[in-house]
Structures are given as C-alpha cells and as structure tokens.
C-alpha cells in the first residue's frame, strides 16, 4: 500500500515553512495528524499570549468533548486567541478528547511558537489564530491524503463513491441537528463497505457549508481507495470497512518523538503486512525563492520596527510576571482551607464550591474550587486569571491568587464576610438589615462598579452576568460585584459584540442578547435595572400575576408607575422609612435602563450622574416588553408557556438563540 500526502501549495510563507516541517517528520500512515503553523508572526516565551494560550490549550479537549465543537475568543488585543475544534459526529466524547489531547500535543510540537497553527485527523481538527477567523469560508482544501492498493480500483468503486459523497453533502447540509455532519456506507463487495465522512465546522451557513463540501468532493481522483481532503472550513474521509458506530481512540500519546527521519529513508513495521512509503511534492523552486524574498522583507521590516515591538514585548512580560506573582501550590491551598474540610464551604453552586481559608500571611480569603465537570467553570477560570486579575476597585471583589494543578482549577479571592445580595434580599428575616439608606448605597456602589468595568479601566469589560447573586457584601455591607467568568473584553472602539453561545441568568438578560445573542455595556446597563428593581421591591425578577395578567418585574413597576402607585411595590421591610423621592428617582432610572432599545438606555456614568444630583430631569421611559424566557421568532414572548409560572432562576450557559 502506497501513501501520498502533500499540501496546496500557497503563497503564504507559513505554509511553505509548514511543508518543510512535514518534509522533515515524514507520514506514515493514513490516520495521521496533519499539523501545519499559519501564525504571522511568533510569541515570545513568557509572553502574556503564551500564558493565555497555554490555559486555553489545557481546557480545550474538555470543552470540546461535550459537544464535539468548540470555538471562543480567549484574551484582549493583542493577545487575543481565536480557537475552534471540531470533532468527527461518529466518535463518542472519550475518543473526541483523546484526539484532540494529541493534536494539542503534535501541533505545539510542530508550531512552538507561533500565534496561529491548525492540525487535522480522521477524528478531529483543531485551529488557533490572533486573527479572527469565525464563520470565514475557506473552501479550498489545504491538506490531502491519499490511501490506495496496489491493485487498480473498478469503476464500479469509482461510481458508488461518487454517489456516496454527493448523497452526503445533502445530508450535512440538512443535518437536522445542526452539527452539518453526515456519515454512510455503501456496500461494494461481499466482505467490503465503502464509508464517507463529511462535516463542517460548525460556526459556517448551511449555504457555506454545501460549498466546501462541494469543493472536497471534487478534489477526490479516481483510482484511489481512501483519502482525505481537508481545509479550515470542512473535511472529507473516505475509504474501505471503517466502523462509522464509535470510531476508536487515537493512539494514546506518546513521549516526544525522536529525531526526524531525514528525507529520502523511510521506516518499516514489521507487524504490518505490507510496507508503507511516503511520497511528499515538494513545492516548485521558484515558490521557496519567494518565500525566501517575502522573509527578507519581513525581516527588514521587523529590524525596523524593533524599538515598537521591543516596548510591546516588555509590557506583555510584565503582565504575564503580574499573573505568575499570584500563582499558588495545590498543598498550600489545601493547608489554607484544612483539605477542603465542609466545616469551610461557604457556599456552592453549579460552578463548584467555595470554601473559606487562611493564607500564611494571615488573609482570610474565599477560595473557589471549580467543578471538573462544569465547561462553564473552566471558562470562569481562563477569564478571570488571564483577564480580570488586573481589576481593581473597591466595588468589584478581588482577585488574590490561582492554582492549575492536575485536575484542579481554583480561583482565590478576598473574603467577603456577608455573602451575597440575594441572601440578604431574599430572606425574610435578613431584609430588615438592609434599610433603605443601605439600599440606596449598594445601588450607588454597584453603580460605581459598572461604570469602573465600563469605562474608567484600562480594560472596557462587559460582565454580562450582573445579578444579586453575583453581588457581595463586605463587613460594612459595600457591595462588589463578583465572578467574571462569563465576561467579554471590548477594544477601545468596539459597541456591541454577538454571540451563538447565550450565558447568562434569565430575568437579567437583555432583550437583544437573550434572544439574538447581541451584547454591549447596555446589557449590563439592562441586568442593574432589574437589580434596582430588586433592590427596591424585596423580590425576585419572578413571573407576578396581577388581576389574571402575567407580568414580570419591570412590568409590575411599569404598571405601578402609570398608577402612580410606586411605592405601594416598596419592600414592606423598608417602605414606612424610605424616602418617596428616592424610591420614584430610582424607580424612574430602572424604567429608563430596562427599556427595550438598547439605544434608548442610559450609560452608567449618566446612571451614576443621575443618582449623585436630584435636579438632572430625566426623560420619560418607554415601556419594557414583558420578557421572561420563551421569545417566538417575532421577539415577543409566550404567555402560554406553563414552567413560566414557576418562577426559578435559570441560569443559561450554552443556548442557540433563535
């Protein structure tokens, strides 16, 4: 059995370099992983981008093997890392992990350092790049493998694979689950099935996706009996009696591999029947004398740019040496919290569990201990030790410390003494502990913490989890907001983000994020209306009936503002000793933030102008749509929907919006 492997050729000097990589390694075998390095430019060791991509290719294999798809941008310019990883729709989650816990190990063997690499299998493909390469079509194939016997191949093989394949692309175009897979076989012999496997990356259209298939499947020569075609956007497997029910486990990995074979001598296994060769096209003189050019130029331009990038490389080592000063040891955590004895939990949640402990030096502290099964807790730990550990401000809870050890991810804050808002909102004997002068306080200083987050640091950061829940109160009850794990960074010019990943807690969430996956600060702006909301009226944003209608909090306060019977929905805890202009000046400014144009919504520093000086006028807010969880395509949500009435918090972590 002969095998071809080579790589289009292309213009871009990483991939020349990455077919000189493969001209070094060899291939020798047809499940093979094909890595090749498409970075720009390198990292330097030590590097913020380096620690960032580290943490990030740690947790890849787990986020993955849940769904067999990942993809998210990790980190801020220009640090950012955009991952994706794909695994094949017929392996199950062990054997997804499995794969890409080696490409993760081949690719960074291949592409130490460079800030962008792909790597293809049979059972998986993994890309990671500082460019944004999200639902972009690369139709053309970037990797072949071809697999065929020395005896030649009938027509009719020919015929029933193209038939086969052009069947499949339908399928993964219509796959009704969304993951635009398809996998078949067609009989051919009595004892020999020919199989297909086609899929896309997810994040493409479905119009997107018939295209590259379209595009693999027409590279696909006859007379071969297997082979791969694979590009960024999707990947194509054919071949002769493979079992499409659960594919095995790749090989499990190996220590590093040992000096390349050099080119020309090829290896034998003698537990094989017969032996393999591998026969690499190496590109067209003229094609490495422009790459050497295009080198030359680049190299000019860099020596040029020196002093620039030298300034850059420096500030990048000084926050990565910031992060690493935090870094403490499993052993001393565990002799900070007795081993995570119960007589510590403080508390727990579908993140993990929060136990109290005692550093050395005397600081108490909160350390939470993230679920090794939450993908939402992995992602909480990438994003706030590579992000949010430079926050500081009295109204946001610190971040003192990290530990990546083994299967432990563990975050380490200040303690805060007096938990959490809802704790104290919600509970019947606690409410009275929160008079109304307390209450406007906590308003005034979560205020003070979005507006912080928002625009006065030197990152501009989107919480997109704010609820009374995430709120903390410390020894003298000043509030700070809590766990940003499900935070977004903005560049200095960017409004608004989007996203097919909806995380977050209904009742909080804005309108245009719930339901169309558009976030921005007004998000936030949306979530600390409804909190002002709470904070005012004692109660959850809950499902209220009133007179046979069903509406949700700022409904309710919509109502009673067009009565003018505001404070009749004041906490009965507070409501004898409030200030009735207080309570109507904080009623308007919810009003105003949870209205449905996110336009229309003030920004926290005019919320924060408002609250400090009583003459400011304020416009007259526009009604809020009632919005608890179900929208219809329209936007408008389902009053017929019976779990609505139940009034739990759900909190939502991966959901396609409509």
């Excluded at 040992?258 to 080119?263: A, C, D, G, H, K």
């Excluded at 410390?401 to 704790?423: A, H, M, R, T």
């Excluded at 609250?611 to 969880?629: A, E, Y």
Aim: hydrophobic share 40%; with cysteine; aromatic share 8%.
């Amino acid at each position: 059995m002969a095998v071809r492997h080579f790589l289009m050729r292309t213009s871009q000097i990483s991939f020349l370099c990455s077919l000189l990589l493969l001209l070094m390694f060899g291939l020798t075998s047809a499940q093979q992983f094909y890595p090749i390095c498409t970075g720009s430019s390198n990292f330097t060791v030590n590097s913020t981008f380096q620690t960032i991509l580290n943490l990030l290719l740690q947790a890849l294999p787990s986020f993955t093997s849940k769904t067999g798809f990942y993809n998210n941008t990790t980190g801020r310019s220009p640090d950012s890392i955009h991952s994706l990883v794909l695994c094949s729709g017929d392996i199950n989650s062990t054997s997804c992990e499995a794969c890409v816990n080696e490409a993760i190990q081949v690719v960074t063997q291949r592409c130490p350092r460079s800030k962008g690499a792909a790597i293809w299998h049979d059972l998986c493909f993994l890309r990671y790049s500082d460019q944004d390469f999200f639902s972009s079509l690369v139709a053309s194939p970037q990797v072949y493998a071809w697999v065929s016997e020395n005896t030649s191949i009938s027509p009719l093989f020919n015929r029933l694979l193209k038939n086969l394949t052009n069947r499949l692309v339908l399928q993964a175009v219509d796959d009704p689950s969304g993951r635009l897979f398809a996998r078949d076989e067609v009989g051919f012999t009595d004892s020999q099935t020919i199989y297909g496997v086609l899929r896309c990356t997810r994040d493409l259209s479905r119009d997107d996706c018939r295209t590259c298939l379209r595009t693999a499947v027409n590279q696909i020569p006859e007379n071969m009996q297997g082979g791969s075609v694979m590009g960024f956007s999707c990947q194509l497997m054919y071949g002769v009696n493979r079992n499409l029910e659960v594919a095995p486990p790749p090989t499990p990995l190996q220590p590093s591999p040992p000096l390349p074979t050099p080119p020309g001598e090829f290896s034998s296994n003698a537990g094989k029947r017969s032996s393999h060769m591998v026969i690499l096209i190496v590109v067209p003189i003229t094609g490495i004398v422009a790459g050497i050019a295009i080198l030359s130029m680049i190299y000019v331009r860099k020596k040029k740019q020196k002093s620039t990038v030298g300034n850059r490389l420096h500030s990048n080592k000084s926050e990565m040496e910031e992060v690493e000063s935090i870094k403490h040891s499993l052993a001393s955590i565990r002799a900070a919290t007795d081993d995570f004895s119960e007589a510590n939990k403080v508390g727990e949640g579908g993140f993990g569990v929060v136990y109290k402990g005692r550093l050395p030096d005397g600081r108490e502290v909160a350390v939470k201990r993230l679920s090794r099964h939450s993908k939402q807790g992995s992602e909480e730990f990438m994003n706030e030790v590579a992000l949010i550990a430079k926050l500081q401000h009295r109204n946001l809870v610190r971040l003192l410390g990290w530990c990546l050890q083994g299967d432990e991810n563990i975050l380490i804050y200040e303690f805060v003494p007096n938990k959490s808002l809802d704790k104290f909102l919600f509970a019947p004997f606690e409410q009275a502990r929160l008079d109304w002068p307390r209450r406007c306080q906590i308003i005034e200083g979560i205020a003070r913490g979005l507006l912080y987050l928002h625009e006065d640091s030197h990152l501009r950061v989107v919480h997109r989890d704010l609820k009374s829940g995430n709120v903390l109160l410390d020894a003298t009850m000043n509030p700070k907001i809590s766990d940003f794990g499900l935070a977004r960074i903005f560049e200095a010019e960017q409004t608004q983000g989007n996203t097919n990943r909806i995380a977050g807690t209904y009742g909080y969430m804005a309108p245009e994020y719930a339901m169309r996956g558009f976030f921005s600060v007004k998000s936030d702006v949306y979530s600390f209306g409804v909190l002002v909301l709470e904070i005012i009226t004692g109660r959850k944003n809950n499902i209220l009936l009133h007179s046979g209608d069903i509406e949700d909090l700022p409904s309710n306060a919509w109502r009673h503002w067009n009565n003018r019977t505001v404070l009749e929905m004041v906490d009965p805890a507070v409501r004898e000793s409030c200030s009735a202009n207080e309570v109507i000046r904080c009623v308007h400014i919810a009003l105003l933030c949870v209205q449905d144009d996110a336009g229309e919504r003030p920004n926290m520093s005019t919320v924060g102008l408002i609250l400090k000086s009583h003459s400011v006028n304020l416009p007259f807010p526009s009604q809020p749509t009632f919005f608890p969880s179900g929208a219809d395509n329209q936007g408008y949500l389902s009053r017929h929907d019976p779990w609505l009435l139940s009034g739990n918090e759900l909190s939502i972590t991966d959901l396609i919006p409509r």
